[in-house]
């Protein structure tokens, strides 16, 4: 399809199909944010998966005639699970679908609806799935990439080369199943369960269980502290108790007394209890069972910091490429830009054109038109999505002085793209103190998305700008957010 484009916004393609009335399309505004639909989107650079309580689809959106796939998850219908988040996954050659559940199970799919992997993280829910690298600099002298799975009051951290493998040795082993001619075709490959992917996992509910965390990079060890082998993350977590909490997590999972006599002497002394009951009662086997997955101890986590703003709630953290500044939503209708380093506040957006808006209203207008100004104003920012994005907004400067310029990284400049769905507006807001350079008007039914995190990018040539998408839901046209002013 070819590209259109009109005024800020570029079109790429549609993804309307009959297979998203299972998603609830057709009806106005079903992909709003503040529809109160579990709908689920993931972007890709060609493909889109959309995403139910049971169902993924996974679809192409730059080409129609691509083969559509519909992956359904063996989910557990005695405990109700249910899919809560998804992700992609992408390395040099290697795409996958990443699916987290209520339960804590983590699922990886091909893109033929195989299931690849399957591990529980930990009881409970899997709020968001966030994928992210950061490169080597003078912050840091060492490059990381990694998933983070986040559940409430609990973080964990996957490394991106431990994936990679894993994923590897799968596509390997299928591809020779595939040309073995005397591979038995009635043993089904059920995922790769024996096969567990190594992990961190911390506890950072000290505030209260958290509605969304993210880990924003390596930080330096303690003062005072041995230099060690081990690293130390950082963490920033959002909830109802704190709007804002930052944690050094550590590597170690050294634990008290008390955890090492439930962990080590307990079991040995309840095996011996029950070998020595059956020396006497000798009693009949009981037919063996699964063992229950076993899941990994915590490690450190340490208090940072705390806000507490009551009545204040936070909601969403969006965190940007290098991980030092994280966009965070609030119950209040507000948006808060955090330092992720200094761990502090630096820059708060509220409805500050309040009295611009007052002040141009006519006193003859009908009071209709005032109710909806009052309106407009007490939403503000309320269930507002955020993601980064990089804009050329010195493009005519470059350009005169070379036609042969190619834009590098240093002539982006970081933006935050804000869509409130509420008041019908895309803005895009130069950081960190910049102005506001752009305000789209968009459709109640549209979604504000972003393609997922591409392992192995971290030395990209050329470099590849931070793009942002728009997808209507009413009418299924996907377009991206010009990256310069016209």
Same mark, same amino acid.
């Given at each position: 399809?070819?590209?259109?484009?009109?005024?800020?916004?570029?079109?790429?393609?549609?993804?309307?199909?009959?297979?998203?009335?299972?998603?609830?399309?057709?009806?106005?505004?079903?992909?709003?944010?503040?529809?109160?639909?579990?709908?689920?989107?993931?972007?890709?650079?060609?493909?889109?998966?959309?995403?139910?309580?049971?169902?993924?689809?996974?679809?192409?959106?730059?080409?129609?005639?691509?083969?559509?796939?519909?992956?359904?998850?063996?989910?557990?219908?005695?405990?109700?699970?249910?899919?809560?988040?998804?992700?992609?996954?992408?390395?040099?050659?290697?795409?996958?679908?990443?699916?987290?559940?209520?339960?804590?199970?983590?699922?990886?799919?091909?893109?033929?609806?195989?299931?690849?992997?399957?591990?529980?993280?930990?009881?409970?829910?899997?709020?968001?799935?966030?994928?992210?690298?950061?490169?080597?600099?003078?912050?840091?002298?060492?490059?990381?990439?990694? =998933?983070?799975? *986040?559940?409430?009051?609990? !973080? +964990?951290? $996957?490394?991106?080369?431990?994936? &990679? %493998?894993?994923?590897?040795?799968?596509?390997?082993?299928?591809?020779?199943?595939?040309?073995?001619?005397?591979?038995?075709?009635?043993?089904?490959?059920?995922?790769?369960?024996?096969?567990?992917?190594?992990?961190?996992?911390?506890?950072?509910?000290?505030?209260?269980?958290?509605?969304?965390?993210?880990?924003?990079?390596?930080?330096?060890?303690?003062?005072?502290?041995?230099?060690?082998?081990?690293?130390?993350?950082?963490?920033?977590?959002?909830?109802?108790?704190?709007?804002?909490?930052?944690?050094?997590?550590?590597?170690?999972?050294?634990?008290?007394?008390?955890?090492?006599?439930?962990?080590? =002497?307990?079991? *040995?002394?309840?095996?011996? !209890? +029950?070998? $020595?009951?059956?020396?006497?009662? &000798? %009693?009949?086997?009981?037919?063996?069972?699964?063992?229950?997955?076993?899941?990994?101890?915590?490690?450190?986590?340490?208090?940072?910091?705390?806000?507490?703003?009551?009545?204040?709630?936070?909601?969403?953290?969006?965190?940007?490429?290098?991980?030092?500044?994280?966009?965070?939503?609030?119950?209040?209708?507000?948006?808060?830009?955090?330092?992720?380093?200094?761990?502090?506040?630096?820059?708060?957006?509220?409805?500050?054109?309040?009295?611009?808006?007052?002040?141009?209203?006519?006193?003859?207008?009908p009071f209709s038109g005032l109710s909806s100004i009052f309106h407009a104003l007490f939403q503000g920012y309320r269930d507002a999505n955020?993601?980064?994005?990089?804009?050329?907004?010195?493009?005519?400067?470059?350009?005169? %002085?070379?036609?042969?310029?190619?834009?590098?990284?240093?002539?982006?400049?970081?933006?935050?793209?804000?869509?409130?769905?509420?008041?019908?507006?895309?803005?895009?807001?130069?950081?960190?103190?910049?102005?506001?350079?752009?305000?789209?008007?968009?459709?109640?039914?549209?979604?504000?998305?972003?393609?997922?995190?591409?392992?192995?990018?971290?030395?990209?040539?050329?470099?590849?700008?931070?793009?942002?998408?728009?997808?209507?839901?009413?009418?299924?046209?996907?377009?991206?957010?010009?990256?310069?002013?016209?």
């Open positions: 399809m070819s590209k259109r484009s009109h005024h800020h916004l570029t079109e790429l393609g549609c993804i309307a199909c009959e297979d998203l009335t299972e998603f609830g399309a057709g009806k106005e505004g079903w992909l709003a944010p503040d529809a109160g639909t579990t709908v689920l989107c993931a972007l890709d650079v060609h493909s889109l998966a959309i995403a139910n309580r049971s169902v993924v689809l996974i679809l192409g959106w730059s080409d129609s005639d691509e083969p559509r796939v519909k992956i359904r998850p063996e989910l557990s219908p005695i405990e109700a699970e249910r899919i809560t988040a998804i992700e992609w996954l992408v390395f040099d050659d290697i795409k996958v679908i990443a699916i987290g559940t209520s339960r804590g199970f983590l699922l990886m799919y091909s893109l033929r609806g195989d299931l690849i992997h399957r591990q529980m993280v930990y009881h409970g829910q899997i709020i968001k799935l966030r994928v992210r690298g950061t490169k080597k600099d003078l912050m840091q002298d060492i490059s990381s990439e990694d =998933v983070c799975v *986040v559940m409430p009051g609990v !973080i +964990a951290r $996957f490394d991106g080369s431990d994936i &990679r %493998s894993m994923l590897q040795r799968w596509f390997q082993e299928t591809h020779s199943r595939f040309w073995d001619e005397k591979s038995n075709k009635d043993s089904e490959d059920n995922g790769n369960f024996d096969d567990r992917l190594p992990y961190q996992i911390w506890n950072v509910n000290k505030y209260g269980s958290c509605v969304d965390a993210a880990i924003t990079g390596i930080m330096p060890p303690p003062l005072m502290e041995l230099q060690s082998s081990q690293r130390y993350y950082c963490a920033v977590t959002i909830g109802d108790d704190a709007v804002i909490s930052a944690f050094r997590l550590s590597e170690d999972r050294k634990r008290s007394l008390v955890g090492v006599i439930l962990s080590k =002497v307990m079991p *040995v002394t309840f095996s011996t !209890i +029950a070998s $020595f009951s059956k020396m006497i009662w &000798r %009693s009949e086997p009981t037919p063996t069972s699964k063992p229950e997955e076993k899941l990994q101890s915590f490690a450190r986590a340490s208090s940072l910091t705390c806000l507490k703003d009551y009545p204040r709630k936070g909601e969403k953290l969006t965190l940007s490429p290098s991980g030092t500044l994280a966009a965070i939503t609030d119950s209040l209708g507000r948006i808060l830009l955090l330092d992720t380093q200094a761990l502090v506040v630096v820059r708060i957006w509220k409805v500050s054109s309040a009295f611009i808006i007052l002040n141009s209203w006519e006193p003859t207008a955020c993601f980064f994005m990089e804009m050329l907004v010195n493009r005519d400067d470059k350009c005169a %002085s070379s036609s042969y310029h190619v834009p590098g990284k240093s002539d982006y400049c970081l933006c935050l793209a804000i869509h409130a769905p509420r008041k019908g507006i895309i803005e895009v807001w130069q950081m960190r103190t910049g102005p506001r350079l752009l305000a789209i008007q968009c459709a109640k039914g549209c979604r504000l998305l972003q393609p997922t995190y591409r392992f192995g990018s971290l030395s990209d040539s050329p470099y590849v700008p931070l793009e942002v998408f728009l997808l209507n839901g009413d009418s299924g046209q996907l377009s991206v957010l010009n990256r310069f002013l016209n």
